[in-house]
């Protein structure tokens, strides 16, 4: 009988022969292979050393993890209904054992007694904080519960899994459910080609005349960026707001409605939080971040509010002030805001996202990442071979200059009407010692951008990437460059393991300031007709612009930050009603710019109601404080590329993982603690 392709861990996951049928009895072997491991590790016999205890349970528990990470993997990416039912049919199997794990008390006596042990103090550093963190998180995983109480919490944490994986499956569900059909070419106006060019090709690929525009962002932004159609405008805009919600829009189904999971998932996680002894669940998920306690996070974001909310004040008078001069809009409505400041932008600044978008061709941006890094921190990266889930995938390893692989990665980079939305990186497989040689890391980079249309001279064109595009890939890239730079040697804290939630973006929005630096983006630019690289006079242009709205962008930021801590720091809302009061509270103290009554954001918030950051979004404007402090290393330096910086940014802040505490990470780089005043200045709100 061949092997179950999932069962195969001797190098890259086998998407070439893995399917939905794969599933169930793979997972199942493993689980199985896992309750074995834990029942043997848990018996008396078996002696509390790293040695003979703990190694033994993180080396055989990972493959179990890794095979669920594919699964995972594919459900995200080729979301069709077989993939679908293969991960939700196991799912409540994976929370089952991860909870039954997290409770077992034998498990939990054995790391305490290691952590009481003189053997302890023998321990590496990252030996010693893995214990550490094993006893914090079986204290969360509810192991110190009455056993009367365990069944409950397993309840709970299973229906969880649930809920998130069904949010986000209706918001899909609903995003793919509505087009807009025109065919009149009047209604395309001040569409730039690109769009109109995507538009047809889609309406032709769902046997339709004419023009199909969607919900999903490719689509969806350039329509409500340059269409001069208002009507149309309001019409997806109304469309995109209410997705997933209860309102009767014309296309949206009762079943996809996210606002009963909502209530149930807030009321669960208080449940939770009360059974484990905590006053609410923003304490059980900062009780792992470097923020201590939900005051000190609302305080970090009303004092940033504070700051940037006179600043975008001035960005919205500005703006009803041009629509209304310039544009003849009186009654300024949130489906004219990104028309406006597009018009507002090339008025201003005589530049256009369009023009720039030209200049932004896929291969040229993509060697000009790799360039960047390769010279940031001395490594190479070049085109490698693997199975992949799609034709459009590419695969490239990361080696030494001498050859010597580091890691390698997956490269995503279109939308499909099958792949969830937004842009993420995700674990394949993580860096650890195995015997005497080194599992290397590999990693899977997701965006979500337009795919290339068009032809020239019988040839295919590439895709061309906005700005803000470039900004998001080199963003994932640094999450990646964080799983994959990594030199840990144990597994629970190697890469992004063990790493705190509110420093996991540190690296990622540290590469987002190199699409600033004009060597990068000459390097990494080439003009889809001409060839040639972005001229200086319009990247002056760009950088004149860069803080543009940029008062209007944080508010933004820190309304759905504040919405976040204040959700699962209160007391469990009783409805849909109550969440979205809140969220006008918190619209009430932070806002400028305020959607309709019938917008429905939290019902698309997959970020806290889909993934992994509920009482934890404000880690963005906390990690950009810390990354753009870590930025200003190197303009004191004088040089983007310092080499002894770099090294410095790579030895104490890349390559540790989780091994010691981002502080400590950020102190070794830095020599200080975190000020500010770099991001206020990046983002023109103090003077440079």
Request: hydrophobic share 40%.
């Given at each position: 009988?061949?092997?179950?392709?999932?069962?195969?861990?001797?190098?890259?996951?086998?998407?070439?022969?893995?399917?939905?049928?794969?599933?169930?009895?793979?997972?199942?072997?493993?689980?199985?292979?896992?309750?074995?491991?834990?029942?043997?590790?848990?018996?008396?016999?078996?002696?509390?050393?790293?040695?003979?205890?703990?190694?033994?349970?993180?080396?055989?528990?990972?493959?179990?993890g890794r095979a669920w990470g594919v699964v995972g993997h594919l459900?995200?990416?080729?979301?069709?209904?077989?993939?679908?039912?293969?991960?939700?049919?196991?799912?409540?199997?994976?929370?089952?054992?991860?909870?039954?794990?997290?409770?077992?008390?034998?498990?939990?006596?054995?790391?305490?007694?290691?952590?009481?042990?003189?053997?302890?103090?023998?321990?590496?550093?990252?030996?010693?904080?893995?214990?550490?963190?094993?006893?914090?998180?079986?204290?969360?995983?509810?192991?110190?519960?009455?056993?009367?109480?365990?069944?409950?919490?397993?309840?709970?944490?299973?229906?969880?899994?649930?809920?998130?994986?069904?949010?986000?499956?209706?918001?899909?569900?609903?995003?793919?459910?509505?087009?807009?059909?025109?065919?009149?070419?009047?209604?395309?106006?001040?569409?730039?080609?690109?769009?109109?060019?995507?538009?047809?090709?889609?309406?032709?690929?769902?046997?339709?005349?004419?023009?199909?525009?969607?919900?999903?962002?490719?689509?969806?932004?350039?329509?409500?960026?340059?269409?001069?159609?208002?009507?149309?405008?309001?019409?997806?805009?109304?469309?995109?707001?209410?997705?997933?919600?209860?309102?009767?829009?014309?296309?949206?189904?009762?079943?996809?409605?996210?606002?009963?999971?909502?209530?149930?998932?807030?009321?669960?996680?208080?449940?939770?939080?009360?059974?484990?002894?905590?006053?609410?669940?923003?304490?059980?998920?900062?009780?792992?971040?470097?923020?201590?306690?939900?005051?000190?996070?609302?305080?970090?974001?009303?004092?940033?509010?504070?700051?940037?909310?006179?600043?975008?004040?001035?960005?919205?008078?500005?703006?009803?002030?041009?629509?209304?001069?310039?544009?003849?809009?009186?009654?300024?409505?949130?489906?004219?805001?990104?028309?406006?400041?597009?018009?507002?932008?090339?008025?201003?600044?005589?530049?256009?996202?369009?023009?720039?978008?030209?200049?932004?061709?896929?291969?040229?941006?993509?060697?000009?990442?790799?360039?960047?890094?390769?010279?940031?921190?001395?490594?190479?990266?070049?085109?490698?071979?693997?199975?992949?889930?799609?034709?459009?995938?590419?695969?490239?390893?990361?080696?030494?200059?001498?050859?010597?692989?580091?890691?390698?990665?997956?490269?995503?980079?279109?939308?499909?009407?099958?792949?969830?939305?937004?842009?993420?990186?995700?674990?394949?497989?993580?860096?650890?010692?195995?015997?005497?040689?080194?599992?290397?890391?590999?990693?899977?980079?997701?965006?979500?951008?337009?795919?290339?249309?068009?032809?020239?001279?019988?040839?295919?064109?590439?895709?061309?990437?906005?700005?803000?595009?470039?900004?998001?890939?080199?963003?994932?890239?640094?999450h990646g460059l964080h799983h994959l730079l990594t030199r840990g040697?144990?597994?629970?804290?190697?890469?992004?393991?063990?790493?705190?939630?509110?420093?996991?973006?540190?690296?990622?929005?540290?590469?987002?300031?190199?699409?600033?630096?004009?060597?990068?983006?000459?390097?990494?630019?080439?003009?889809?007709?001409?060839?040639?690289?972005?001229?200086?006079?319009?990247?002056?242009?760009?950088?004149?612009?860069?803080?543009?709205?940029?008062?209007?962008?944080?508010?933004?930021?820190?309304?759905?930050?504040?919405?976040?801590?204040?959700?699962?720091?209160?007391?469990?809302?009783?409805?849909?009603?109550?969440?979205?009061?809140?969220?006008?509270?918190?619209?009430?103290?932070?806002?400028?710019?305020?959607?309709?009554?019938?917008?429905?954001?939290?019902?698309?918030?997959?970020?806290?109601?889909?993934?992994?950051?509920?009482?934890?979004?404000?880690?963005?404007?906390?990690?950009?404080?810390?990354?753009?402090?870590?930025?200003?290393?190197?303009?004191?330096?004088?040089?983007?590329?310092?080499?002894?910086?770099?090294?410095?940014?790579?030895?104490?802040?890349?390559?540790?993982?989780?091994?010691?505490?981002?502080?400590?990470?950020?102190?070794?780089?830095?020599?200080?603690?975190?000020?500010?005043?770099?991001?206020?200045?990046?983002?023109?709100?103090?003077?440079?």
């Amino acid at each position: 009988m061949p092997l179950n392709p999932l069962l195969d861990f001797t190098d890259l996951p086998r998407f070439d022969a893995i399917t939905p049928a794969h599933v169930t009895p793979a997972i199942t072997e493993l689980l199985s292979a896992g309750r074995t491991l834990v029942e043997r590790l848990s018996h008396s016999d078996t002696a509390a050393t790293w040695e003979d205890f703990a190694a033994p349970l993180n080396a055989g528990l990972e493959n179990l993890g890794r095979a669920w990470g594919v699964v995972g993997h594919l459900h995200s990416v080729n979301d069709v209904p077989a993939w679908r039912e293969a991960y939700n049919a196991l799912l409540p199997e994976i929370s089952r054992f991860y909870s039954e794990l997290g409770q077992n008390l034998a498990l939990f006596a054995k790391y305490r007694a290691l952590r009481d042990s003189p053997a302890f103090a023998q321990l590496s550093t990252a030996q010693k904080k893995i214990v550490d963190n094993e006893i914090r998180d079986f204290r969360l995983g509810g192991a110190e519960l009455p056993e009367a109480d365990k069944p409950r919490f397993q309840a709970i944490q299973e229906t969880l899994s649930q809920l998130s994986a069904k949010f986000s499956e209706n918001l899909l569900d609903a995003t793919n459910a509505f087009s807009l059909i025109l065919t009149d070419a009047a209604q395309l106006a001040g569409l730039p080609e690109y769009a109109r060019e995507a538009a047809r090709t889609a309406a032709q690929e769902s046997g339709s005349e004419g023009w199909k525009f969607t919900l999903h962002a490719p689509s969806y932004g350039p329509f409500m960026q340059y269409a001069e159609n208002r009507e149309l405008r309001a019409q997806m805009y109304r469309a995109y707001a209410t997705r997933a919600a209860e309102i009767d829009n014309g296309y949206s189904l009762p079943e996809w409605d996210n606002g009963p999971l909502i209530t149930q998932m807030l009321a669960l996680k208080a449940e939770k939080a009360a059974l484990l002894g905590f006053a609410n669940y923003a304490e059980i998920s900062l009780d792992s971040k470097m923020a201590k306690n939900p005051q000190e996070v609302l305080r970090f974001l009303r004092d940033m509010a504070q700051k940037a909310k006179p600043f975008a004040e001035k960005d919205l008078a500005e703006l009803q002030t041009f629509a209304r001069e310039t544009l003849g809009i009186t009654d300024f409505q949130p489906w004219d805001a990104a028309y406006a400041s597009e018009k507002l932008l090339e008025a201003r600044y005589a530049f256009s996202e369009q023009e720039v978008k030209q200049y932004f061709t896929q291969p040229k941006v993509i060697a000009g990442l790799f360039a960047a890094i390769e010279k940031l921190f001395a490594v190479r990266i070049a085109p490698d071979q693997a199975p992949v889930w799609h034709e459009d995938v590419r695969f490239y390893r990361i080696t030494t200059p001498e050859g010597r692989l580091i890691g390698q990665f997956y490269l995503d980079l279109y939308a499909r009407e099958t792949k969830r939305g937004g842009a993420w990186m995700d674990e394949a497989r993580t860096r650890q010692r195995v015997g005497s040689g080194i599992q290397t890391p590999v990693a899977y980079l997701n965006c979500n951008f337009a795919r290339p249309v068009g032809e020239r001279d019988g040839q295919p064109l590439p895709a061309t990437f906005t700005h803000d595009e470039v900004i998001t890939l080199f963003h994932e890239t640094g999450h990646g460059l964080h799983h994959l730079l990594t030199r840990g040697e144990e597994l629970g804290v190697s890469g992004i393991h063990g790493v705190e939630w509110d420093a996991v973006e540190l690296p990622s929005q540290f590469m987002e300031n190199y699409c600033w630096e004009w060597e990068v983006l000459q390097a990494m630019s080439a003009h889809i007709d001409t060839g040639a690289p972005l001229p200086r006079a319009l990247f002056d242009k760009m950088l004149a612009a860069k803080n543009f709205q940029s008062g209007l962008m944080a508010v933004r930021q820190l309304e759905f930050s504040l919405f976040d801590m204040l959700l699962h720091s209160a007391p469990a809302p009783n409805n849909s009603a109550e969440v979205l009061a809140l969220l006008q509270a918190v619209r009430a103290e932070v806002a400028v710019l305020f959607p309709p009554p019938w917008h429905r954001f939290p019902h698309s918030f997959s970020h806290i109601f889909g993934g992994g950051y509920a009482a934890g979004y404000y880690s963005y404007k906390w990690a950009e404080v810390l990354s753009a402090d870590c930025y200003a290393a190197f303009e004191e330096a004088g040089d983007p590329f310092d080499p002894a910086t770099g090294r410095r940014f790579l030895d104490e802040i890349l390559s540790r993982g989780g091994e010691r505490s981002a502080l400590d990470n950020f102190l070794a780089f830095r020599g200080r603690p975190p000020s500010p005043d770099a991001l206020l200045r990046h983002s023109g709100m103090i003077a440079a």
